[in-house]
DNA sequence: TTAAACCCTCGACCGTACTCTATGGCAAGG
DNA sequence: CCTTGCCATAGAGTACGGTCGAGGGTTTAA
């Protein structure tokens, strides 16, 4: 089975111009074409496709996902590259992870105090605090608390 | 206690020229400044700002931030449409964890590959497989595996 | 009082990742 | 054969979030 590029496009939710921007970038050496130059897609090439879809979407530069695509396209002798590749990015992946665990919790609090039924009064007396530090400070009130 | 511009920058990790940036942008309408023009910053500007990165690092756009603060310089009037926007953020944000989460799952699966000791057999395995495929399909075989 | 080290604004520039336009070739049905 | 709807490329444009340089005022401490 072969795809057309607009069928790969309705595949991966990438739009038509982001794979032949792909293509552009060095990301898609494996895609061949037909005899009037379109591209013609194996699964095989879907699944490639997949795991550059899944760099991306962990926060991998396009130059970092050529360098692993280039090493896939050279055999089995780059695994070990592969390997020192992926790890570091998983390192990447982790750390991205947990501050977002960390942010998640400080808008979980936030939305604690919103959503509570004194959060008028806990907002008030916010703005009653930070008001004192600034006039503490002898600077001007910038809220407009009513 | 008052903080420059300078200092800020230090404790949040933000280049002087983001923090200006920002200023710009509209998200810091409470920082206030001196008889020259010079930013002055409290704690109580810090706590915000802290709260801008937040929102940032779980890629809440400069609009959206700057909507925000904005309510938050109108006072307690705006508790509710606050409460509307974080829980809309914090959906996204749970939207972006799980597909990490997932991602992760599959660059672990390719490191478990790469980390065995028979990496080389399935990887060339693999390229057995994708190399028939195209031949399957009259392609040219783009691997230069060896 | 002067030099070093700050601070300011404005606007240009940059990197990343698309997104689209213009122009033109190919394919399949009526 | 011709129209409709694909496909292609090159290159311009866009969105976003900074980053920087020029030009100029301020603060601090010797």
Redesign the pocket.
Known sequence: MTY????V?EKTN????????????GLLPFVA???????IFTDGDLNLLKTICCL?DTG????DIRTYINYVMAGPSTIKERKKLLLSHRQAVLAVQQKITENLAEIDYKLDIYGSTDATKIVTAEYDFVAAEKESNQLPNPYQAT
Do not use: A, V
């Open positions: 057309t590029i607009k069928e496009s990438l739009s038509i111009y982001t794979l032949r921007f792909y293509d552009k970038q074409r037909n005899h009037s130059g379109y591209r991306k991998m530069k396009i130059k």
